[in-house]
């Protein structure tokens, strides 16, 4: 597999994802932090900072008005011109599969091959941050969105990892309990991420992942490494400090005013 060609539509889809998180509305913030357990009394309750990027990937993928997500909504207003790599990004995130994954086997560079334990559909994935990983010797579950590009997947969301034993049976055991693999309509599948996600919130699964660009820059939805440390929490956030959202105000003047 050609990882030029995966870079390239790597920097391509964080300019993408990035004009999409600016149509964020606040009460999509709202909503998605009350189902994720993290606003709490108009407050969001972060373990860490990038619980930040999580909160915008349900943002973008999750939050549905009138049948669509916010990636739907957006590239429907703006169309990318055919046979270009903006094209096929746009539609393979129009796409994009959430999955609770299995590592399987690892090949030199940026190529894994995970079975997603939800479907049992055999995947190969390309994110060179999670190769290192898994080459490290991680052999947890990994929560995450899914884009199809040609031949292999590639990660696109904040993804979370699921490490311990413990956890990965609570979270199956949720999935299971509340039947949520048996709606396989797109609200359902919507939901499904959404009770994964929280799972693993809960879990502090957060505490263990870093989101990673270009460079080794925090950016957004790039790539991802699991980080074996686990992080101070970050507890409450002030007033004064920047809000998660990403506008770049601080939080008393956008998603902290009630």
Excluded at 95 to 108: C, G, Q, W
Excluded at 136 to 145: I, K, S, Y
């Amino acid at each position: 597999m050609d990882i030029q060609r995966y870079e390239r539509l790597r920097q391509v889809s964080r300019r993408l994802m990035h004009e999409v998180t600016k149509t964020i509305p606040r009460e999509a913030y709202e909503e998605m932090g009350k189902a994720l357990g993290i606003l709490r009394n108009n407050t969001f309750v972060l373990d860490s900072m990038d619980v930040s990027s999580v909160l915008m990937d349900a943002c973008v993928f999750d939050w549905i008005r009138n049948g669509q997500n916010l990636v739907e909504i957006y590239f429907e207003a703006h169309p990318q011109a055919p046979g270009t790599d903006e094209r096929l990004l746009s539609q393979a995130f129009c796409r994009a599969k959430y999955r609770v994954l299995m590592p399987e086997a690892l090949r030199p560079g940026a190529v894994t091959y995970w079975t997603d334990v939800l479907s049992r559909e055999p995947i190969t994935l390309m994110d060179i941050g999670l190769s290192q990983t898994v080459a490290h010797g991680f052999r947890g579950l990994f929560a995450t969105r899914t884009a199809l590009m040609e031949d292999w997947w590639m990660t696109t969301g904040a993804g979370l990892p699921i490490s311990d034993r413990k956890t990965c049976e609570i979270v199956l055991e949720m999935i299971r309990g509340r039947n949520l693999l048996q709606d396989t309509t797109s609200v359902g599948e919507h939901r499904l991420a959404i009770a994964v996600i929280r799972a693993c919130l809960d879990s502090g699964a957060a505490e263990h992942v870093r989101y990673l660009g270009a460079d080794d820059e925090e950016a957004d939805f790039v790539g991802h490494r699991l980080i074996t440390e686990v992080r101070s929490p970050r507890g409450h956030i002030d007033r004064n400090d920047p809000c998660p959202c990403g506008s770049g105000r601080r939080y008393r003047r956008c998603c902290g005013r009630k």
